[in-house]
Protein backbone atom coordinates (compact mmCIF):
# COMPACT_ATOMS: atom_id res chain seq x y z
CA UNK A 1 0.00 0.00 0.00
CA UNK A 2 1.77 3.39 -1.36
CA UNK A 3 1.50 6.60 0.59
CA UNK A 4 -1.03 7.69 -2.25
CA UNK A 5 -3.39 5.09 -1.57
CA UNK A 6 -3.16 6.52 2.40
CA UNK A 7 -3.87 9.65 1.76
CA UNK A 8 -6.84 8.56 -0.87
CA UNK A 9 -8.09 6.70 2.11
CA UNK A 10 -8.26 9.57 4.45
CA UNK A 11 -9.73 11.97 1.92
CA UNK A 12 -12.10 9.97 1.03
CA UNK A 13 -13.09 9.64 4.95
CA UNK A 14 -13.00 13.05 5.16
CA UNK A 15 -15.39 13.39 2.12
CA UNK A 16 -17.51 10.97 3.87
CA UNK A 17 -17.20 12.74 7.23
CA UNK A 18 -18.20 16.54 6.05
CA UNK A 19 -21.04 15.18 4.01
CA UNK A 20 -21.99 13.78 7.73
CA UNK A 21 -21.98 17.04 9.41
CA UNK A 22 -22.64 18.67 6.65
CA UNK A 23 -26.47 16.97 6.38
CA UNK A 24 -26.77 16.97 10.14
CA UNK A 25 -26.18 20.81 10.30
CA UNK A 26 -28.41 21.77 7.58
CA UNK A 27 -31.14 20.08 8.84
CA UNK A 28 -30.80 21.08 12.62
CA UNK A 29 -30.59 24.62 10.68
CA UNK A 30 -33.80 23.99 8.61
CA UNK A 31 -35.88 21.75 11.42
CA UNK A 32 -33.65 22.57 14.95
CA UNK A 33 -36.34 24.43 16.55
CA UNK A 34 -38.88 21.84 15.77
CA UNK A 35 -36.86 18.77 16.86
CA UNK A 36 -35.45 20.86 20.28
CA UNK A 37 -39.24 21.09 20.46
CA UNK A 38 -39.85 17.19 20.30
CA UNK A 39 -37.02 16.13 22.14
CA UNK A 40 -38.09 18.73 25.07
CA UNK A 41 -42.21 17.37 24.92
CA UNK A 42 -42.20 13.88 23.62
CA UNK A 43 -40.35 12.50 26.55
CA UNK A 44 -43.45 12.31 29.07
CA UNK A 45 -42.95 8.29 29.81
CA UNK A 46 -39.58 6.05 28.94
CA UNK A 47 -40.99 4.75 26.01
CA UNK A 48 -42.02 8.19 24.10
CA UNK A 49 -38.48 9.34 25.14
CA UNK A 50 -36.69 5.99 23.36
CA UNK A 51 -39.52 6.98 20.12
CA UNK A 52 -37.93 10.48 20.31
CA UNK A 53 -34.23 9.58 20.71
CA UNK A 54 -34.48 7.26 18.05
CA UNK A 55 -36.39 9.35 15.58
CA UNK A 56 -34.65 12.89 15.89
CA UNK A 57 -31.23 10.34 15.23
CA UNK A 58 -32.61 8.73 12.30
CA UNK A 59 -33.69 12.51 10.84
CA UNK A 60 -30.37 13.95 11.68
CA UNK A 61 -28.37 11.12 11.15
CA UNK A 62 -25.93 11.95 14.15
CA UNK A 63 -26.46 10.59 17.97
CA UNK A 64 -23.46 12.27 18.66
CA UNK A 65 -25.95 15.59 18.36
CA UNK A 66 -28.65 14.09 19.51
CA UNK A 67 -26.84 12.98 22.75
CA UNK A 68 -25.09 16.28 23.09
CA UNK A 69 -28.65 17.67 22.73
CA UNK A 70 -30.00 15.76 25.62
CA UNK A 71 -27.38 16.53 27.79
CA UNK A 72 -27.60 20.04 26.95
CA UNK A 73 -31.28 19.80 27.92
CA UNK A 74 -30.23 18.42 31.30
CA UNK A 75 -27.55 20.37 32.12
CA UNK A 76 -29.96 23.16 31.36
CA UNK A 77 -32.65 21.62 33.84
CA UNK A 78 -35.34 20.69 31.02
CA UNK A 79 -34.83 17.41 31.50
CA UNK A 80 -34.93 14.62 33.72
CA UNK A 81 -31.66 12.36 34.15
CA UNK A 82 -34.63 9.52 33.90
CA UNK A 83 -36.02 10.95 30.57
CA UNK A 84 -32.59 11.86 29.10
CA UNK A 85 -31.60 8.15 29.50
CA UNK A 86 -34.60 7.02 27.76
CA UNK A 87 -33.76 9.30 24.64
CA UNK A 88 -30.32 7.89 25.20
CA UNK A 89 -31.11 4.39 24.54
CA UNK A 90 -33.30 5.66 21.56
CA UNK A 91 -30.59 7.43 19.70
CA UNK A 92 -28.49 4.51 19.71
CA UNK A 93 -31.56 2.66 18.08
CA UNK A 94 -32.05 5.95 15.36
CA UNK A 95 -27.99 6.02 14.55
CA UNK A 96 -28.41 2.32 13.01
CA UNK A 97 -30.65 3.81 10.09
CA UNK A 98 -27.12 5.36 9.01
CA UNK A 99 -25.65 1.89 8.38
CA UNK A 100 -28.97 0.63 6.91
CA UNK A 101 -28.53 3.57 3.77
CA UNK A 102 -25.13 3.15 3.61
CA UNK A 103 -25.74 -1.11 3.30
CA UNK A 104 -28.82 -0.42 1.07
CA UNK A 105 -27.44 2.69 -1.21
CA UNK A 106 -23.56 2.66 -0.89
CA UNK A 107 -22.69 -1.18 -1.75
CA UNK A 108 -25.80 -2.58 -3.64
CA UNK A 109 -26.72 0.43 -5.27
CA UNK A 110 -24.75 2.89 -8.05
CA UNK A 111 -25.02 6.45 -6.84
CA UNK A 112 -22.20 8.30 -8.73
CA UNK A 113 -25.11 9.87 -10.94
CA UNK A 114 -26.89 10.59 -8.26
CA UNK A 115 -24.76 12.05 -6.29
CA UNK A 116 -23.87 15.18 -9.01
CA UNK A 117 -27.58 15.14 -9.68
CA UNK A 118 -28.30 15.71 -5.96
CA UNK A 119 -25.28 18.77 -6.25
CA UNK A 120 -27.18 20.16 -9.20
CA UNK A 121 -30.47 19.93 -6.89
CA UNK A 122 -29.02 22.13 -4.01
CA UNK A 123 -27.31 25.14 -5.88
CA UNK A 124 -30.58 26.87 -6.23
CA UNK A 125 -31.18 26.44 -2.71
CA UNK A 126 -27.87 27.44 -1.59
CA UNK A 127 -27.84 30.55 -2.76
CA UNK A 128 -31.65 31.47 -2.00
CA UNK A 129 -32.25 34.59 0.08
CA UNK A 130 -34.85 32.74 2.09
CA UNK A 131 -32.85 30.47 5.51
CA UNK A 132 -34.92 27.88 5.50
CA UNK A 133 -34.18 27.31 1.53
CA UNK A 134 -30.86 28.06 1.92
CA UNK A 135 -30.48 25.10 4.96
CA UNK A 136 -32.40 22.43 2.85
CA UNK A 137 -30.10 23.00 0.17
CA UNK A 138 -26.77 22.57 2.85
CA UNK A 139 -28.93 19.26 3.78
CA UNK A 140 -28.90 18.13 0.13
CA UNK A 141 -24.88 19.10 -0.23
CA UNK A 142 -24.04 17.19 2.68
CA UNK A 143 -26.38 14.07 1.63
CA UNK A 144 -24.44 14.50 -2.20
CA UNK A 145 -21.29 14.33 -0.13
CA UNK A 146 -22.01 11.65 2.15
CA UNK A 147 -22.37 9.29 -0.73
CA UNK A 148 -19.50 10.93 -3.31
CA UNK A 149 -17.21 10.13 -0.10
CA UNK A 150 -18.53 6.39 0.72
CA UNK A 151 -18.80 5.72 -3.39
CA UNK A 152 -15.28 7.10 -3.74
CA UNK A 153 -13.99 5.15 -0.27
CA UNK A 154 -15.64 1.69 -1.85
CA UNK A 155 -13.77 2.12 -5.03
CA UNK A 156 -10.30 3.33 -3.71
CA UNK A 157 -10.80 0.23 -1.68
CA UNK A 158 -11.25 -2.01 -5.00
CA UNK A 159 -8.93 -0.92 -6.48
CA UNK A 160 -6.18 -1.45 -4.24
CA UNK A 161 -7.15 -5.41 -3.83
CA UNK A 162 -6.75 -5.39 -0.16
CA UNK A 163 -7.69 -8.98 -0.35
CA UNK A 164 -4.38 -9.25 -2.39
CA UNK A 165 -2.18 -7.32 -0.10
CA UNK A 166 -0.62 -10.22 2.21
CA UNK A 167 0.51 -8.03 4.83
CA UNK A 168 -2.68 -6.84 5.50
CA UNK A 169 -4.54 -10.26 5.05
CA UNK A 170 -1.78 -11.75 7.30
CA UNK A 171 -2.35 -8.68 9.77
CA UNK A 172 -6.48 -9.89 9.91
CA UNK A 173 -5.49 -13.31 10.32
CA UNK A 174 -2.77 -13.33 12.77
CA UNK A 175 -4.94 -11.04 15.38
CA UNK A 176 -8.06 -13.08 14.90
CA UNK A 177 -5.81 -16.02 16.19
CA UNK A 178 -6.01 -15.34 19.31
CA UNK A 179 -9.48 -16.42 20.36
CA UNK A 180 -11.11 -13.93 22.87
CA UNK A 181 -8.48 -11.76 23.14
CA UNK A 182 -9.11 -11.18 19.43
CA UNK A 183 -12.31 -10.23 20.00
CA UNK A 184 -11.15 -7.87 22.50
CA UNK A 185 -8.61 -6.36 20.73
CA UNK A 186 -11.05 -5.45 17.77
CA UNK A 187 -13.19 -4.02 20.25
CA UNK A 188 -10.35 -2.01 21.59
CA UNK A 189 -9.67 -0.81 17.89
CA UNK A 190 -13.03 0.32 17.53
CA UNK A 191 -13.51 2.24 20.32
CA UNK A 192 -9.77 3.90 19.88
CA UNK A 193 -10.74 4.96 15.91
CA UNK A 194 -14.14 6.09 16.47
CA UNK A 195 -13.04 8.55 19.58
CA UNK A 196 -9.85 9.84 17.24
CA UNK A 197 -12.62 10.10 13.92
CA UNK A 198 -15.13 11.56 16.35
CA UNK A 199 -17.67 9.46 13.94
CA UNK A 200 -18.95 5.97 14.49
CA UNK A 201 -20.34 6.12 11.12
CA UNK A 202 -17.31 6.81 9.26
CA UNK A 203 -15.84 3.94 11.21
CA UNK A 204 -18.67 1.27 10.31
CA UNK A 205 -18.25 2.60 6.21
CA UNK A 206 -14.73 1.87 6.78
CA UNK A 207 -15.39 -2.04 8.60
CA UNK A 208 -18.39 -2.69 5.87
CA UNK A 209 -15.66 -1.84 2.92
CA UNK A 210 -13.22 -4.22 4.50
CA UNK A 211 -15.61 -6.84 5.12
CA UNK A 212 -17.26 -6.53 1.58
CA UNK A 213 -14.09 -6.97 -0.19
CA UNK A 214 -12.98 -10.00 2.40
CA UNK A 215 -9.91 -8.56 3.43
CA UNK A 216 -11.75 -8.61 7.61
CA UNK A 217 -13.50 -11.40 8.69
CA UNK A 218 -17.11 -11.25 9.81
CA UNK A 219 -16.37 -11.74 13.63
CA UNK A 220 -13.43 -9.16 14.11
CA UNK A 221 -15.78 -6.45 12.21
CA UNK A 222 -18.66 -7.22 14.09
CA UNK A 223 -15.85 -6.67 16.73
CA UNK A 224 -15.09 -3.20 15.56
CA UNK A 225 -18.66 -2.26 15.14
CA UNK A 226 -18.93 -2.85 19.38
CA UNK A 227 -16.27 -0.72 19.97
CA UNK A 228 -17.74 1.68 17.88
CA UNK A 229 -20.32 1.93 20.05
CA UNK A 230 -18.82 2.56 23.33
CA UNK A 231 -16.03 4.96 21.26
CA UNK A 232 -19.05 6.79 20.54
CA UNK A 233 -20.15 7.81 24.22
CA UNK A 234 -16.75 9.25 24.68
CA UNK A 235 -17.61 12.57 22.60
CA UNK A 236 -20.61 13.19 25.32
CA UNK A 237 -18.52 12.19 28.44
CA UNK A 238 -15.69 15.32 27.10
CA UNK A 239 -18.11 17.57 26.64
CA UNK A 240 -19.42 17.54 29.60
CA UNK A 241 -16.31 16.95 31.73
CA UNK A 242 -17.23 20.60 33.30
CA UNK A 243 -20.73 20.50 33.31
CA UNK A 244 -23.18 20.09 35.59
CA UNK A 245 -23.41 16.60 37.73
CA UNK A 246 -26.73 15.88 36.10
CA UNK A 247 -25.27 16.76 32.50
CA UNK A 248 -22.03 14.66 33.17
CA UNK A 249 -24.58 11.56 34.67
CA UNK A 250 -26.22 11.40 31.52
CA UNK A 251 -23.10 11.19 29.66
CA UNK A 252 -22.34 8.72 31.85
CA UNK A 253 -25.39 6.66 31.63
CA UNK A 254 -24.77 6.76 27.51
CA UNK A 255 -21.40 4.89 28.25
CA UNK A 256 -22.87 2.78 30.68
CA UNK A 257 -25.80 1.65 28.45
CA UNK A 258 -23.00 0.62 25.42
CA UNK A 259 -20.91 -0.72 27.62
CA UNK A 260 -23.56 -3.06 29.45
CA UNK A 261 -24.64 -4.23 25.55
CA UNK A 262 -21.01 -5.07 24.52
CA UNK A 263 -20.59 -7.21 27.98
CA UNK A 264 -23.44 -9.14 27.18
CA UNK A 265 -22.38 -9.71 23.77
CA UNK A 266 -19.06 -10.53 24.84
CA UNK A 267 -20.48 -13.48 26.71
CA UNK A 268 -22.55 -14.93 23.58
CA UNK A 269 -20.13 -13.42 21.15
CA UNK A 270 -19.59 -16.54 18.72
CA UNK A 271 -23.62 -17.82 19.40
CA UNK A 272 -25.04 -14.67 18.53
CA UNK A 273 -22.91 -13.64 15.13
CA UNK A 274 -23.61 -17.19 13.77
CA UNK A 275 -27.22 -16.38 14.14
CA UNK A 276 -27.26 -13.41 12.44
CA UNK A 277 -25.44 -14.71 9.91
CA UNK A 278 -27.83 -17.27 9.58
CA UNK A 279 -30.49 -14.82 9.22
CA UNK A 280 -28.66 -14.18 5.84
CA UNK A 281 -28.01 -17.46 4.65
CA UNK A 282 -24.18 -17.01 5.68
CA UNK A 283 -22.25 -19.42 7.25
CA UNK A 284 -19.96 -17.96 9.87
CA UNK A 285 -16.93 -20.04 10.32
CA UNK A 286 -17.40 -20.89 6.08
CA UNK A 287 -13.57 -21.65 4.53
CA UNK A 288 -13.53 -18.97 2.17
CA UNK A 289 -10.44 -20.79 0.59
CA UNK A 290 -12.95 -24.08 -0.70
CA UNK A 291 -15.14 -21.65 -1.97
CA UNK A 292 -15.50 -21.15 -5.71
CA UNK A 293 -15.59 -17.33 -6.16
CA UNK A 294 -18.88 -16.76 -7.12
CA UNK A 295 -19.91 -18.31 -3.38
CA UNK A 296 -17.01 -15.50 -2.12
CA UNK A 297 -18.27 -12.81 -3.75
CA UNK A 298 -22.06 -13.55 -3.02
CA UNK A 299 -21.15 -13.89 0.78
CA UNK A 300 -19.09 -10.62 0.90
CA UNK A 301 -21.79 -8.73 -0.34
CA UNK A 302 -24.46 -9.85 2.18
CA UNK A 303 -21.40 -9.30 5.26
CA UNK A 304 -22.34 -5.04 4.50
CA UNK A 305 -26.05 -6.31 5.41
CA UNK A 306 -24.70 -8.55 8.22
CA UNK A 307 -23.06 -5.74 9.92
CA UNK A 308 -25.85 -3.26 10.16
CA UNK A 309 -28.46 -6.12 10.96
CA UNK A 310 -26.04 -6.72 13.94
CA UNK A 311 -25.74 -3.23 14.72
CA UNK A 312 -29.81 -3.06 15.09
CA UNK A 313 -30.31 -5.82 16.78
CA UNK A 314 -27.46 -5.05 19.43
CA UNK A 315 -29.29 -2.05 20.10
CA UNK A 316 -32.50 -2.94 19.96
CA UNK A 317 -32.18 -5.92 22.08
CA UNK A 318 -29.97 -3.87 24.63
CA UNK A 319 -32.42 -1.23 25.05
CA UNK A 320 -35.62 -3.85 25.44
CA UNK A 321 -33.52 -5.45 28.16
CA UNK A 322 -32.50 -1.87 29.93
CA UNK A 323 -35.54 0.13 29.77
CA UNK A 324 -37.10 -1.28 32.73
CA UNK A 325 -34.11 -0.31 34.41
CA UNK A 326 -33.17 3.15 33.89
CA UNK A 327 -34.16 4.53 37.56
CA UNK A 328 -31.40 1.19 38.29
CA UNK A 329 -28.67 3.12 35.72
CA UNK A 330 -29.89 6.23 37.27
CA UNK A 331 -28.79 5.30 40.98
CA UNK A 332 -25.77 3.94 39.63
CA UNK A 333 -24.35 6.78 37.93
CA UNK A 334 -25.47 9.27 41.10
CA UNK A 335 -23.52 7.06 43.04
CA UNK A 336 -20.51 7.40 40.40
CA UNK A 337 -20.99 11.09 40.07
CA UNK A 338 -22.19 12.19 43.56
CA UNK A 339 -23.42 15.74 43.56
CA UNK A 340 -20.95 18.13 45.57
CA UNK A 341 -20.74 22.01 47.28
CA UNK A 342 -19.47 23.59 44.49
CA UNK A 343 -18.31 27.35 44.28
CA UNK A 344 -20.67 28.70 41.81
CA UNK A 345 -19.65 32.37 42.37
CA UNK A 346 -16.23 31.46 39.98
CA UNK A 347 -18.26 29.59 37.21
CA UNK A 348 -20.69 29.67 34.77
CA UNK A 349 -23.45 27.33 35.12
CA UNK A 350 -24.73 26.08 32.08
CA UNK A 351 -22.07 26.81 29.05
CA UNK A 352 -19.76 23.74 28.74
CA UNK A 353 -15.86 24.73 29.41
CA UNK A 354 -15.00 22.02 27.05
CA UNK A 355 -16.29 20.99 23.62
CA UNK A 356 -19.60 23.05 22.48
CA UNK A 357 -22.61 21.86 20.86
CA UNK A 358 -23.66 22.24 17.57
CA UNK A 359 -23.87 25.81 16.72
CA UNK A 360 -27.36 26.07 16.54
CA UNK A 361 -28.03 24.18 20.57
CA UNK A 362 -25.42 26.42 21.75
CA UNK A 363 -28.07 29.09 22.39
CA UNK A 364 -29.90 27.15 24.72
CA UNK A 365 -26.90 27.15 26.86
CA UNK A 366 -26.73 31.17 26.72
CA UNK A 367 -30.11 31.67 27.14
CA UNK A 368 -30.25 29.46 30.13
CA UNK A 369 -26.26 31.44 31.45
CA UNK A 370 -28.59 34.81 30.81
CA UNK A 371 -31.48 33.61 33.23
CA UNK A 372 -28.72 32.68 35.36
CA UNK A 373 -26.87 36.19 35.26
CA UNK A 374 -30.27 37.57 35.98
CA UNK A 375 -30.49 35.62 38.70
CA UNK A 376 -26.99 36.49 40.42
CA UNK A 377 -27.91 40.06 39.89
CA UNK A 378 -31.08 40.09 41.98
CA UNK A 379 -29.09 38.17 44.75
CA UNK A 380 -26.56 40.96 44.57
CA UNK A 381 -29.31 43.37 44.86
CA UNK A 382 -30.71 41.61 47.98
CA UNK A 383 -27.81 42.29 49.67
CA UNK A 384 -28.72 45.98 49.42
CA UNK A 385 -31.06 45.99 51.82
CA UNK A 386 -28.76 44.79 54.27
CA UNK A 387 -25.64 47.37 53.77
CA UNK A 388 -28.77 49.81 54.01
CA UNK A 389 -29.09 49.35 57.72
CA UNK A 390 -25.67 47.32 58.68
CA UNK A 391 -24.52 49.54 61.54
CA UNK A 392 -21.19 46.82 62.36
CA UNK A 393 -18.63 47.89 60.80
CA UNK A 394 -16.58 44.64 60.31
CA UNK A 395 -20.34 42.90 59.24
CA UNK A 396 -20.22 46.25 56.93
CA UNK A 397 -17.26 45.42 54.90
CA UNK A 398 -17.84 42.10 54.87
CA UNK A 399 -20.66 42.43 52.73
CA UNK A 400 -19.32 45.60 50.82
CA UNK A 401 -16.80 43.16 49.71
CA UNK A 402 -19.23 40.65 48.66
CA UNK A 403 -20.80 42.88 46.80
CA UNK A 404 -17.54 43.97 45.19
CA UNK A 405 -16.76 40.36 44.22
CA UNK A 406 -20.26 39.96 42.48
CA UNK A 407 -19.57 43.18 40.65
CA UNK A 408 -15.84 41.47 39.33
CA UNK A 409 -18.13 38.18 38.50
CA UNK A 410 -20.30 39.83 36.74
CA UNK A 411 -17.78 41.37 34.64
CA UNK A 412 -16.12 38.07 33.91
CA UNK A 413 -19.70 36.43 33.31
CA UNK A 414 -20.32 39.06 30.72
CA UNK A 415 -16.94 38.43 29.07
CA UNK A 416 -16.95 34.75 28.78
CA UNK A 417 -20.91 34.80 27.51
CA UNK A 418 -19.99 37.28 24.68
CA UNK A 419 -16.87 34.71 23.87
CA UNK A 420 -18.83 32.43 24.06
CA UNK A 421 -21.33 33.41 21.55
CA UNK A 422 -18.82 34.64 19.06
CA UNK A 423 -17.50 31.41 19.06
CA UNK A 424 -21.35 30.43 18.67
CA UNK A 425 -21.50 32.88 15.70
CA UNK A 426 -18.82 31.37 13.91
CA UNK A 427 -20.80 28.55 13.09
CA UNK A 428 -23.63 27.77 10.68
CA UNK A 429 -26.53 29.74 11.78
CA UNK A 430 -29.90 30.29 10.51
CA UNK A 431 -30.88 33.85 10.23
CA UNK A 432 -33.34 33.42 13.31
CA UNK A 433 -30.04 32.25 15.50
CA UNK A 434 -28.16 34.99 14.27
CA UNK A 435 -30.78 37.53 15.51
CA UNK A 436 -30.74 35.18 18.49
CA UNK A 437 -27.18 35.91 19.18
CA UNK A 438 -27.66 39.54 19.16
CA UNK A 439 -30.42 39.86 21.14
CA UNK A 440 -28.76 37.54 23.79
CA UNK A 441 -25.36 40.05 23.80
CA UNK A 442 -27.62 42.74 24.40
CA UNK A 443 -28.98 41.08 27.28
CA UNK A 444 -25.73 40.38 28.71
CA UNK A 445 -24.58 44.09 28.31
CA UNK A 446 -27.77 45.20 29.95
CA UNK A 447 -27.74 42.55 32.86
CA UNK A 448 -23.80 43.81 33.85
CA UNK A 449 -24.84 47.31 33.59
CA UNK A 450 -27.49 45.99 36.42
CA UNK A 451 -24.85 44.97 38.42
CA UNK A 452 -22.78 48.06 37.81
CA UNK A 453 -25.59 49.98 39.49
CA UNK A 454 -26.32 47.97 42.52
CA UNK A 455 -22.31 47.99 43.03
CA UNK A 456 -22.38 52.02 42.58
CA UNK A 457 -25.48 52.09 45.32
CA UNK A 458 -23.38 49.53 47.58
CA UNK A 459 -20.39 52.09 47.32
CA UNK A 460 -22.58 55.35 47.93
CA UNK A 461 -23.50 53.72 51.03
CA UNK A 462 -19.44 52.77 51.84
CA UNK A 463 -18.98 56.78 51.21
CA UNK A 464 -21.81 57.34 53.33
CA UNK A 465 -21.04 54.89 56.25
CA UNK A 466 -20.22 56.64 59.98
CA UNK A 467 -20.38 60.14 58.52
CA UNK A 468 -23.89 60.93 57.20
CA UNK A 469 -27.72 59.58 58.51
CA UNK A 470 -30.32 59.06 56.51
CA UNK A 471 -33.75 60.63 58.23
CA UNK A 472 -36.28 58.20 58.89
CA UNK A 473 -38.78 59.20 55.85
CA UNK A 474 -35.73 58.80 54.16
CA UNK A 475 -35.04 55.20 54.49
CA UNK A 476 -38.84 54.78 53.88
CA UNK A 477 -38.53 56.33 50.57
CA UNK A 478 -35.56 54.74 49.74
CA UNK A 479 -37.40 51.05 51.07
CA UNK A 480 -40.31 51.55 48.77
CA UNK A 481 -38.33 52.54 46.00
CA UNK A 482 -36.24 49.18 46.32
CA UNK A 483 -39.17 47.27 46.43
CA UNK A 484 -40.64 48.97 43.33
CA UNK A 485 -36.95 48.11 41.15
CA UNK A 486 -36.96 44.46 43.24
CA UNK A 487 -40.43 43.59 41.67
CA UNK A 488 -39.01 44.82 38.41
CA UNK A 489 -35.89 42.72 38.68
CA UNK A 490 -38.19 39.66 38.96
CA UNK A 491 -40.43 40.05 36.59
CA UNK A 492 -37.67 40.22 34.29
CA UNK A 493 -36.85 37.16 35.68
CA UNK A 494 -40.03 35.57 34.97
CA UNK A 495 -39.69 36.75 31.15
CA UNK A 496 -36.75 35.56 31.00
CA UNK A 497 -37.57 31.91 31.92
CA UNK A 498 -41.11 31.54 30.23
CA UNK A 499 -40.28 33.66 27.14
CA UNK A 500 -42.28 36.56 25.55
CA UNK A 501 -45.64 34.73 24.30
CA UNK A 502 -46.17 34.42 28.00
CA UNK A 503 -44.72 38.29 29.04
CA UNK A 504 -47.55 40.84 29.95
CA UNK A 505 -45.93 43.92 28.84
CA UNK A 506 -48.36 46.00 30.24
CA UNK A 507 -47.14 45.01 33.94
CA UNK A 508 -43.38 45.92 32.48
CA UNK A 509 -44.82 49.17 31.39
CA UNK A 510 -47.32 50.33 34.36
CA UNK A 511 -43.81 49.01 36.77
CA UNK A 512 -41.41 51.29 34.90
CA UNK A 513 -43.79 54.36 34.61
CA UNK A 514 -44.48 54.08 38.35
CA UNK A 515 -40.68 53.76 39.59
CA UNK A 516 -39.47 56.88 37.21
CA UNK A 517 -42.76 59.05 38.69
CA UNK A 518 -41.47 58.09 41.78
CA UNK A 519 -37.67 59.64 41.16
CA UNK A 520 -39.28 62.66 39.98
CA UNK A 521 -41.07 63.03 43.42
CA UNK A 522 -38.02 62.20 45.11
CA UNK A 523 -35.65 64.69 43.27
CA UNK A 524 -37.72 67.75 43.48
CA UNK A 525 -38.92 66.61 47.46
CA UNK A 526 -35.22 66.16 48.17
CA UNK A 527 -34.50 69.99 47.30
CA UNK A 528 -37.26 70.95 49.26
CA UNK A 529 -35.95 69.43 52.25
CA UNK A 530 -32.13 70.68 51.91
CA UNK A 531 -33.64 74.06 51.25
CA UNK A 532 -35.81 73.80 54.80
CA UNK A 533 -32.47 72.39 56.51
CA UNK A 534 -34.13 69.26 57.18
CA UNK A 535 -31.11 66.86 56.45
CA UNK A 536 -27.70 68.34 55.31
CA UNK A 537 -26.91 68.66 51.41
CA UNK A 538 -24.27 66.13 51.69
CA UNK A 539 -26.83 63.65 53.15
CA UNK A 540 -29.35 64.88 50.42
CA UNK A 541 -26.50 63.82 47.99
CA UNK A 542 -25.96 60.07 48.66
CA UNK A 543 -29.59 59.91 48.34
CA UNK A 544 -30.69 61.33 45.48
CA UNK A 545 -27.44 59.28 43.89
CA UNK A 546 -28.75 56.16 45.41
CA UNK A 547 -32.23 57.02 43.87
CA UNK A 548 -30.86 57.72 40.53
CA UNK A 549 -28.96 54.24 40.25
CA UNK A 550 -32.14 52.82 41.26
CA UNK A 551 -33.93 54.22 38.48
CA UNK A 552 -31.19 53.36 36.37
CA UNK A 553 -31.69 49.58 37.15
CA UNK A 554 -35.76 49.72 36.09
CA UNK A 555 -34.46 51.68 32.38
CA UNK A 556 -31.33 48.16 32.26
CA UNK A 557 -34.17 45.81 33.16
CA UNK A 558 -36.77 47.04 30.07
CA UNK A 559 -34.10 46.97 27.79
CA UNK A 560 -33.36 43.15 28.57
CA UNK A 561 -37.29 42.79 27.86
CA UNK A 562 -36.89 44.58 24.75
CA UNK A 563 -33.60 42.80 23.68
CA UNK A 564 -35.58 39.38 24.66
CA UNK A 565 -38.42 40.49 22.41
CA UNK A 566 -35.78 40.89 19.03
CA UNK A 567 -36.00 44.54 19.88
CA UNK A 568 -39.01 45.70 20.11
CA UNK A 569 -40.24 48.79 22.48
CA UNK A 570 -42.21 47.94 25.12
CA UNK A 571 -42.03 51.16 27.30
CA UNK A 572 -41.90 54.77 25.84
CA UNK A 573 -40.62 57.21 27.39
Same mark, same amino acid.
Given at each position: ????????????????????? /??????????????????????????????????????? &???????????????????????????????????????????????????????????? $???????? #???????????????????????? +?????????????????? @????????????? +???????????????????????????????????????????????? /???? !???????? !???????????????????????????????????????????? /????? *????????????????????????????????? /????? %?????????????? #? @??????????????????? *???????????????? @????????? *???????????????????????????????????????? !??? !?? &??? %????????????? $??????????????????????????? +???????????????????????????????????????????????????????????????????????????????????? *????????????
Amino acid at each position: MSFFDVVMVLGCLALLMFGMK /TMSEGLQKFAGGTLRKVLGAMTSNRFAGVLTGAGVTAAI &QSSTATTLMTVSFVNAGLLTLIQAISVIMGANIGTTFTAWIMALFGFTIDLSKLSWLLFA $CAIPFIFS #DKGGRKSFGEFLFGFAFMFLGLIT +LRTHASDMNLQDNMAVVN @FFRITGDWGFFSV +LLYVIIGGLLTLCVQSSAAIMAITMILCSTGVLPIYQGIALVMGENIG /TTLT !SNIAAMNA !SSSARRAALAHLVFNTFGVVWVLIVFKPFVRLICSCWGVDADAD /TSVMD *EQAVTEMNYKLTFILATFHTAFNIINTTVLIGF /TKRIE %QLVCYLIPSKEEDV #D @FRLQFIPQGLMSTSELSLL *EAQKETSHFAERALRM @FDFIYTLLH *ETDEKEFVKLYTRIEKYENISDNMEVEIANYLNKVAEGRL !SPE !SK &QKV %QAIMREVSELESI $CDSIYNLARTLNNKYGKNEFTSQQYDN +LHHMMDLVKTDMELMLQFLAKGTKELDTSVIINQEHEINHFRSQLRDRNIQDVNDRIYPYQTGVYYIDMVGDLEKIGDYVVNVC *EARMGGQKIVTD
